[in-house]
């Protein structure tokens, strides 16, 4: 009797993952282990690594293995386990950051078994990084080229170059879409997906006007965005956040000297830095 239940419950888990498959486009399915322990780390897990008509993950408390369906040609296994790191639960390819496993119920903190040792390497060429308790991408920080470009743009506007601003802005806008999220570090994805419709908008709007009022009004919001990126991926050499209060607005600077991007020579001097930012 208890192996035919099992035999209904493994088969009525299989046409709800070919129900959920058929409304996903590209369908790719693989099967990886996540450390947990009851249904309520099941419930846990799929809201963290579903996406409606993109992902889908369907997990066994019992042997701990999840069959992932997702869209390859919009995410992948990489992207949608450490959504589900993030919220407190190791996998074979990511550890969860010690704070997100500590704010899990008692009855829901599994044994961690993965705690310093990665058994399988992730496709993303990831290894596992043990003080920070997560993975760390081995590959250069690919972001410094979006923070290059926005130095740039943030110059032309002290300058009141319009037209360098223009074509700064359009650089920058090249640069955002050439990020492969995937490869990003745990950290720096989260912020990523939060502000890269932001900084997007933001730098297409700038290029494509050559009002200089245009241009630093939405300098503002990108350099809000720029902030919590930087924030994330903490840079090598200390990064001024500073702040002009006849606009009530922020911008970002590598000299500790202000130079106001909004006025430019007009109150060159206006403003103060308010914070540094370093590792």
Known sequence: MYSLKKLMMAITLLLSIAGFSAQIKNPTTETVKIFGNCEMC????????????????????????????????????????KRVALAGYDNQYFLAPDMAYS???????????AKTVIKQEPKSKMVADNHAGMVQNQETNQLQSVYD???ILKDALVNTDVKSAAAG????????SSVKMETLQ???HMV???????????????SETQDIKKQRESFKSLSKNMYELIKASKPAQPIYYQ??????????????????PYYGTQMMTCGKTVETIKK
């Open 186 to 188: 745990m950290d720096e």
């Open 103 to 113: 704010k899990l119920l008692e009855c829901c903190q599994y044994k961690r078994e």
């Open 42 to 81: 099941k419930a846990t897990i799929k809201k963290a690594g579903n996406i409606r008509d993109v992902a889908n993950v369907e997990w066994d408390k019992d042997t701990k293995m999840a069959v992932i369906t997702y869209d390859a040609q919009k995410t992948n296994t990489d992207e949608i386990l």
């Open 192 to 206: 990523w997906m939060k502000v890269l419709k932001g900084l997007s908008a933001d730098s297409k709007s700038i």
């Open 243 to 260: 702040y002009c209060p006849m606009q009530d607005a922020n911008w970002l600077s590598k000299q500790n000297s202000v130079k106001n």
């Open 169 to 176: 802005a359009k650089e920058l806008a090249t640069v955002i």
């Open 149 to 151: 470009s926005y130095f």
